[in-house]
């Protein structure tokens, strides 16, 4: 997505293929992983490889709203990693929601416009819906304030990238990402039909 910056899944529950995508994983550079899932955690496998990890976990359901805080401990953990000369690597389980819109949270503290990080997001990982990217612009907004910032104007901002994101995912773009989060859903519950 960035030179220092990825998004994306968690690693395979199979060894054999997840070893390979950590090989993967340090092969791209990645030297921080910062991880949204609230439903696992990778401490000891990135300890294992000198990676420095940051749990941060956070749901992902209908109508839950990712709290400032986690933006914040995100976007400094991104800013540590840019600091030490690293590359971040913002995941949760699919690589849909919550990753991306960690990417997407650090993209705007780096001082990209809100629909121009949300188009590069998409540009890198298309499947990505970034549902919580309305709460990332409110964490950023806040943040710039505390730091004595004047932020731009936050609902025109906010409409403006709704109404993007609306046109961006179409219903049947909506349609194939729930499609897609139902079947990983029921492959992680051991259906394989």
Not at 130 to 136: G, L, P, T, V
Request: negative net charge; glycine residues 8%; contains cysteine.
């Amino acid at each position: 997505m960035t030179a220092d910056l990825a998004v994306g899944g968690d690693l395979d529950v199979d060894d054999d293929v997840m070893v390979q995508q950590v090989i993967d994983i340090l092969d791209a550079g990645i030297t921080h992983v910062v991880d949204l899932r609230s439903e696992a955690n990778d401490a000891g496998i990135w300890k294992h490889v000198h990676v420095k990890y940051r749990w941060l976990g956070t749901d992902d359901a209908d109508g839950h709203v990712v709290p400032p805080e986690i933006f914040d401990a995100g976007v400094r953990f991104a800013r540590l990693a840019a600091h030490e000369g690293g590359k971040v690597l913002a995941h949760c389980h699919m690589g849909i929601n919550r990753g991306p819109s960690m990417g997407f949270a650090i993209l705007l503290d780096r001082g990209y416009p809100p629909i121009e990080a949300f188009d590069m997001i998409r540009a890198a990982r298309p499947q990505a819906f970034i549902a919580y990217a309305q709460d990332a612009l409110a964490a950023h907004a806040a943040r710039q304030m505390r730091q004595g910032a004047r932020p731009g104007n936050r609902e025109r901002q906010a409409r403006l990238l709704q109404e993007h994101i609306d046109e961006v995912l179409t219903p049947s773009a909506v349609g194939r990402i729930r499609h897609l989060m139902r079947q990983t859903h029921r492959r992680d519950l051991g259906f394989t039909a």
